[in-house]
């Protein structure tokens, strides 16, 4: 699975995750892994937080090796879960505000979480939860790993097939922006917005509004779309004049998952179209 390094030369992942959301490397870990499989640069894009970016720009100066400041916001719409990714946004006290906000939210729905799964018989403590999670905003898959360590379901798959998915007993909402609410966000703090990979979302019928607001880029190239979907996406950025990102969207490594960094890379070109695209 590990790409060979001729083949990313020149390339450049632009979608990692590290442990300042729920990625397992963390952010000087993954620029590291970046410089040893030969990329010419790596973008962080974390949910919901910009916590990794410092580490991970502090490690890119020391080794030299280019890194990407991004955030993937998750966002909602009439039910359906949309991610934008902002590139370049200035840590500003309104952008911070917002993400601290979304962060708040996760905490607190997470308490709930809690009471619901004890009022389903389970003791599962908060703090156990906030520990597993680490660095990062509590999660249901965080919760789910509680869930497995105090026996009561077998796997994290179980976990969320019996309680935590939308519609089981223990699944609680949380807080989320609308798109367009995230792509005025990421202007707002001169940013770049791009769709993250549109192809798991069901269909295309929001784009258009989001040009609209001010998207500037689609994720084209994501481990999730085959080369159809790539293809269909490539021509609509074109049709709208958007730029084509596209990165792998590595989590680190996980039990039984292979690591994708450096498997979905764009030309490094696309880094100076990112540029070139901030306000
Ligand atoms: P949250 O943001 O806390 O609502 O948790 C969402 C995360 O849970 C997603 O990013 C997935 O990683 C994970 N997740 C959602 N549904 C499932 C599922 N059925 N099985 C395992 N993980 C899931
Ligand atoms: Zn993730
Ligand atoms: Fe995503
Ligand atoms: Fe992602």
């Known amino acids: 699975m590990r790409p060979e390094k001729t ?25 590291r892994e970046a410089l040893e499989l030969g990329l010419e640069a790596v973008g962080i894009a974390d949910h919901d937080t910009v916590e990794g970016l410092a580490g991970a720009m502090e490690e890119g100066r020391r080794l030299s090796l280019e890194v990407v400041p991004g955030v993937e916001i998750n966002t909602e719409d009439r039910g359906k879960e949309i991610h934008l990714l ?27 979480m809690v009471d619901k799964l004890r009022g389903l018989g389970m003791e599962v403590s908060r703090e156990r939860i906030l520990e597993i999670a680490g660095d990062a905003a509590p999660g249901r898959p965080h919760a789910a790993r509680a869930l497995v360590e105090k026996g009561y379901v077998q796997s994290v ?8 998915d939308i519609g089981r007993p223990a699944y609680v909402e949380r807080f989320r922006l609308t798109p367009a609410r995230a792509v005025e966000a990421i202007l707002a703090a001169g940013g770049v917005p ?17 040009v609209e607001k001010g998207l500037k880029g689609l994720e084209v190239y994501h481990p999730a779309h085959d080369r159809s979907t790539s293809l269909h996406y490539l021509k609509m950025a074109r049709h709208y004049g958007l730029l084509a990102t596209g990165g792998s969207d590595c989590h680190g490594p996980a ?17 100076e179209e990112l540029q070139e695209a901030r306000e």
């Open 157 to 164: 798959r179980e976990a969320f097939e019996r309680y935590l």
């Open 194 to 210: 791009v769709l993250a990979h549109p192809g798991l979302i069901g269909d295309d019928l929001y784009i258009p509004a989001l």
């Open 86 to 112: 902002g590139y370049y946004v200035e840590p500003t006290p309104q952008f911070t505000g917002l993400l601290q906000n979304m962060r708040q939210a996760r905490f607190d729905r997470m308490a709930e």
């Open 255 to 271: 039990a039984g998952q292979p690591v994708l960094l450096g498997t979905v890379t764009v030309p490094r070109a696309v880094i």
């Open 7 to 31: 083949s990313v030369k020149g390339r450049v992942d632009l979608h990692v995750h590290t442990t300042a959301s729920d990625g397992t490397w963390r952010p000087a870990e993954v620029v």
